[in-house]
């Protein structure tokens, strides 16, 4: 009885040593593990990096929509007008589930510069061209989406009927600054 007991004990002893040992080896490996884990390239990207690509993909947009415009036009690489630079942009969202980016930039045609206009729906790195207009220099065109949710001096074709989004007079109350965030870690 005497033996029996000491056993039981000398057993549940042994037990409890080896497993606590074990755990312990495990979370040593474990924390060395997670050190050599190479950080996703998402964290690597510095604020910079970040706006970097955002433009990148809003001039691929804005390019889609001269592209768009220069065969709507009939007009061939001789005559086409080639994308200078961005001017303005908007992010309007309408009933949380219509998105739209508008957009003024400028357009070479020859050596005169010109200003257009463009509507894009936005699909990941590709986009929807719904508008992409040259404004005359008396066109500005009603937009509540501009007004509300992005520039308001951004400039618009003199009927609001050839684009589609800017209709409704609401703000979008989710829309988050991603400047903002905070990056201290
Ligand atoms: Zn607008």
Redo the contacts with the bound molecule.
């Keep these: 009885m005497v033996f029996t007991l000491f056993y039981c004990r000398y057993y549940i002893q042994t037990i409890t040593e080896w497993r606590w040992s074990d755990l312990k080896k495990d979370f040593i490996k474990h924390l060395e593990d997670e050190s050599n884990r190479p950080r996703t390239t998402e964290r690597e990207h510095s604020k910079e990096e970040k706006m970097k690509l955002h433009n990148d993909l809003m001039e691929r947009y804005m390019q889609s929509a001269l592209k768009k415009y220069n065969t709507e036009q009939n007009l061939d690489e001789d005559l086409g007008f080639e994308f200078v630079k961005a001017i303005k942009e908007?992010f309007?969202v309408e009933g949380a589930v219509n998105f739209?980016r508008?957009f003024n930039f400028t357009a070479m045609q020859g050596s005169a510069i010109h200003l257009f206009f463009a509507?894009v729906i936005p699909d990941g790195e590709s986009c929807d061209v719904s508008c992409c207009r040259l404004l005359q220099d008396n066109h500005n065109g009603r937009?509540l989406?501009?007004?509300n949710q992005?520039d308001p001096d951004?400039r618009?074709p003199a009927s609001d009927s050839v684009?589609a989004?800017?209709h409704e007079d609401s703000t979008f109350p989710f829309l988050i600054d991603s400047d903002s965030e905070d990056d201290s870690d």
């Design positions: 908007s309007i739209y508008h509507e937009c989406g501009c007004k992005g951004l618009h684009y989004g800017g």
